[in-house]
Nanobody
Framework: QVQLVESGGGLVQPGGSLRLSCAAS????????MGWFRQAPGKEREFVAA????????LYADSVRGRFTISRNNAENTVYLQMNSLKPEDTAVYYC?????????????????WGQGTQVTVSS
């Protein structure tokens, strides 16, 4: 059974940094992509970033490009999201998810397993 466990969320001031982790287990991820999505109160879930597990090729939403960096550690089956220059509008619950081959990296419906989420709050 696939399990995804996020960690690293918390409260940070505007301009600060956080690093989220997503520990994955239960399958061989070589042909998959791993994505990060977020959902703020009263808003729809939105794509943040994704990475191809085997090649490391990343993809970012325009709203985070240049501030966030996605990476993975193949040996530990863990994906990271380094978030710098955080803004109040980055406040949301952040989820990691796995995407099998095919589909669109930015479309949540194409991902098959999701973690439970970790809260990120950016406030002074």
């Amino acid at each position: 059974q696939v399990q995804l466990v996020e960690s690293g969320g918390g409260l940070v001031q505007p301009g600060g940094s956080l690093r989220l982790s997503c520990a994955a287990s239960g399958r061989t991820f070589g042909s998959y992509a791993m994505g990060w999505f977020r959902q703020a109160p009263g808003k729809e879930r939105e794509f943040v970033a994704a990475i191809d597990w085997s090649s490391g090729l990343p993809l970012y939403a325009d709203s985070v490009r240049g501030r966030f960096t996605i990476s993975r550690n193949n040996a530990e089956n863990t994906v990271y999201l380094q978030m710098n220059s955080l803004k109040p509008e980055d406040t949301a619950v952040y989820y990691c998810a796995t995407k099998p081959p095919g589909g669109r990296w930015y479309r949540g419906a194409d991902y098959d397993y999701w973690g439970q989420g970790t809260q990120v709050t950016v406030s002074s």
